[in-house]
Each structure stands twice: as C-alpha cells, then as structure tokens.
C-alpha cells in the first residue's frame, strides 16, 4: 500500500463487509487505521527475514489486574482485564525442529534454538527465554502424554509487540502464550485454553519467576467488555461486565522492573513468605484442634475445610503468625524441622540452590495478611460489578495498594505519587498493577473526566515530579494508556485479508 494514500480508508471499507474480520478488529483494537500499520509491517519483516509469507499470524494481549496483587500463585482469585497492547507473531512452519526468532524492536536480537528433550535458557533476562519457556513447557507436557509421535516441528517466527516492556502488564506471559500457539499450530494439536494456561503457568517457571497463573488465563481467556473473576483453587473462570461511562488508564511510573538476576529475588521471596506462612498457620491449627487439615496454600483457609467464619480464620492465623520477621533458626524451633528440611520443603529457587535469608527476615505476618484482605476484596468487587457499584469498587483498589505498600512491600516511591496525583485529579480508585517494584498504575476514571485526568498527570508527573525520568527521545503522553478490554489470544483472522 502506497504512503500517500490515506491510511487504510478502502480496506477498513473492506473489513466492514467481512462481519467476522470487521467484529475481530473493533473488539481487540481501538484505532484500526494504525492496527493495521502494525500488521502490515509485520508481514514485511517476516518476508524480508524469512523470504515468504507468513502461514498465519497470532496474537497475545497484555493485561492489568483491577485486584487480585499476588493473590493466583496462592489459590486466591484474580480480576484482570485484558487490554488492546498486545504482542504479534507472524509464523511459518519448518521442516526441521529448529525455531528461528526476530523482532521488530532492534534491542531484540535475534535468536535460534533446536526443539530438545531440555532446552538449556539463554542468561538471565534475556527475550528469547520465554519462547523457550514455552517450548519447554509443551515438549515436557507432551512427552508425559506417552504420544507416539514426537512433536519437534519448528517454527519461524517475527515478533512485534507494543506492551511496555517491564512495566507490569504482562509483556512477558503474552509471549509465553504466543510461543505456546505457536508451537501447537505448526504441530497441528490443540489443548483446552483453560488447560493451557495452567500449563504455561508452571512452564514460564523456566525464567525463574515463581508466579501463578493470572497472566496466562487472562491472555488467553479474556473477553471484550468484561473482566475475568479467575478461581485456582479448582481453577475456574468467569466474565464479569465492566461498568460503562468509565475507563481504565494506565500509567507508567518511568520505574522499570525487569526479571533480572537481581529483581528476581524480590519477586521470589514473597511466594517463599507464603508458603512459610502457611506452613506456621498450618502447624498451629492442627495443634489448636488436634487434627489433620488439608491446607497447602492460603486459598485453602476457607469455611468449607475449617468450619469457621471468615473472621475466625483470619483471628485463628494471625494467632500463628504473632512475630513481625522470622528467622531460619526460629522456624526451625516453632515447626520442629531442621533448618535445611525447612529449606528444602519451601525455600528453594529454580536451580535449586537455596533462598537467603533476608537482613530484615521473612515477614510472615503482613505477607499474609495482605493476601488474605486482597482475597476478600477480589470478591468483593466481583459482587460490586454485578450491582453497578464503580464508587465501591474504587475504594477497594484504594484499599489494595495500601496492602501492597505496607503489608507485601511492592511498591515504589514514584508508584506512590503517581497513585496520590491520580486520585487527586479524577482518578476514583488507583493502584499498582502487575508484580510491583516499578512498573504502573491502573486507574478507574469517569470517561468525562479523561481528558482532564490525562492533562493533569502530564504536567503534575511527568513534567515536574518525574522529569528527570522520562527519556529524551520520548513524549510524556507515550506512558499513558488508555486501555480497551479485548478477546484473548489467537490467530487474527482478519490477516488474509490484507494482501500484503
């Protein structure tokens, strides 16, 4: 398509008579013209790289979490929306088992590596890895299957995303995702969306990260105009509608949070916290009742298993967890278990070396406790969404990041003004979003006071307060999202029709 013709004007005409391409691309994008663009230069990156057509091209949207902080890694529920970011890859089947990588972002070398048994990850960091992860985690799956056929078909694939890369709105799971589909549209095999998310869930473990399964679900799950209430604890999903007249807007704090060696041991050490805080309550409820209990994560503290209110469960496990920080020494005396035992049973990293001890010590006590009120307030606002209630629902998100600051400590000076400046101009409920240390802040605005809110963030933040964080070469309007919630991740079936 020539330059200078206007953009797009006679195939958005076009998509508007093929019902179902048309339907495609008002669900998942709000500006079709330069959706589009993103697509047609991906197809021509494929074929200079790769010297054809692309068999397909698949995607996988980002997501921000409206509650649900850290709640799916243990059992609790989660309410994401997935959002109009999202990252694309353009594929073609091979006939080898290799996998050959490219990026439309420079930053992102490109990279290839062979379907195996054990795929050995690139260092610490690096993009190719979550393709890997995904890999692995198919191959691994399949293998434990006992198929006949061996699935090693591998793939070319071109990559273009345009979800903040470290920002907290999922870049990375988006790519687990789109790896996975990748992997079983060339093998020609198809899993259970619900199924493969689970799957991709432990697979993105290969990174090194120890999360749950929120991101994945809601990649692949997600539904246009709606929210997912997701349930692990037996994994569930359902859609709630979300409240028209008001919009959620992303905001970047300019704080990046990659999982790198370094950062990993933040994300790391609160689901450790939680599996020793569990371990404490578990010990002292069978004492107190003398009793077994089936209780292996914080989503098993319920009414049904113990019998009790809710207000008893959280009064009976604040009992267990009396002390602010715990050391190994001290776990070791109160659970009767040596100290490596204790390592070996909660606290081992991916490579299986054992997690320091922190200098301040496992704060068992506010890691709980947050999880437990977020568990509560997903429900919550669940029920608040059914009845319309925005201004209710504001509140709890309000709620959650004083949880976050002050009882799971994943938040960030610049995430704190940004959350205060948010509220102060429009904003009726802010807080962090994704896995915290930097990253943004999800906003519930009133649509009539977008504009306004917008401007005002612009000047009061990215002008004054964070202006010494802001790149050179970028506007301050580039960190601020106004987000559409969208369909999750598959083939974009309107791609035939560009005739690039």
């Known amino acids: 398509m020539a330059s200078d013709e206007k953009p797009h004007d006679d195939l958005l005409k076009r998509f508007q008579k093929h019902g179902a391409a048309w339907r495609y691309l008002s669900n998942n994008y709000a500006n079709a013209s330069k959706t589009l663009d993103r697509y047609i230069n991906l197809i021509q990156r494929f074929h200079s790289e790769f010297s054809c057509k692309p068999h397909t091209i698949l995607r996988a949207p980002g997501r921000v979490n409206l509650l649900g902080g850290h709640t799916d890694y243990n059992g609790c529920p989660v309410i994401p929306i997935a959002i109009d970011r999202d990252i694309l890859a353009a594929i073609s089947a091979r006939n080898d088992s290799q996998i050959v990588l490219t990026n439309t972002e420079p930053r992102f070398e490109r990279r290839s590596f062979q379907i195996a ?49 470290a920002a907290g709105m999922s870049s990375s799971s988006a790519l687990v995702v789109l790896s996975a589909l990748a992997f079983l549209y060339t093998n020609s095999v198809h899993i259970d969306k619900l199924e493969l998310a689970q799957l991709l869930a432990k697979a993105e473990w290969y ?44 905001t970047h704090s300019l704080v990046y949070a990659p999982k790198t060696e370094s950062a990993l041991n933040k994300y790391n050490q609160r689901p450790i916290e939680c599996r020793l805080a569990v371990a404490l309550i578990k010990n002292h409820v069978q004492k107190k009742f003398n009793r077994e209990f089936d209780i292996r994560l914080i989503g098993d503290l319920t009414r049904q298993k113990l019998g009790l209110s809710d207000e008893q469960i959280y009064g009976l496990c604040l009992e267990a967890l009396p002390e602010k920080s715990y050391s190994y020494s001290s776990l070791s005396v109160i659970l009767r278990k040596t100290i490596n035992e204790i390592q070996q049973s909660y606290c ?13 010590g496992f704060k068992l006590r506010s890691r709980f406790i947050h999880i437990f009120t977020e568990w509560k307030r997903v429900l919550m606002a669940v029920e608040l969404l059914k009845g319309g209630d925005v201004l209710e629902l504001g509140h709890l998100m309000n709620e959650a990041q004083i949880s976050c600051r002050e009882n799971y400590e994943i938040s960030v000076p610049e995430i704190d003004k940004l959350v205060e400046l948010s509220l102060t101009h429009g904003a009726i409920g802010a807080r962090l979003t994704g896995a915290g240390f930097g990253g943004c802040v999800v906003n519930l605005v009133p649509e009539k006071k977008v504009p306004y809110f917008i401007e005002r963030i612009g000047k009061k933040y990215y002008q004054k307060f964070a202006r ?33």
């Open 117 to 165: 048994h054990q795929i050995e990850p690139y260092f610490t960091g690096d993009w190719g890895n979550y393709i890997k992860a995904a890999v692995q985690g198919m191959v691994t799956h399949f293998e434990g299957q006992n198929r006949d056929q061996r699935l090693n078909n591998g793939f070319n694939m071109a990559v273009s995303g345009n979800i903040p890369h």
């Open 207 to 250: 990174v090194g990260t120890q999360g749950g399964g929120m991101d994945q679900t809601i990649s692949l799950l997600g539904q246009a105009d709606h929210a997912l209430k997701i349930e692990f604890n037996p994994y569930s999903i359902m859609p709630v509608v979300l409240p028209r007249d008001y919009q959620y807007i992303v």
């Open 348 to 360: 081992l990293k991916r490579d299986g070396t054992v997690f320091d001890e922190p200098e301040d």
């Open 468 to 500: 010494k964080l802001l790149p050179p070469d970028r506007a301050w309007q580039d960190f601020i999202f106004v987000c559409k919630s969208v369909d999750g991740a598959g083939e974009a079936i309107f791609w035939k029709y560009l005739n690039v």
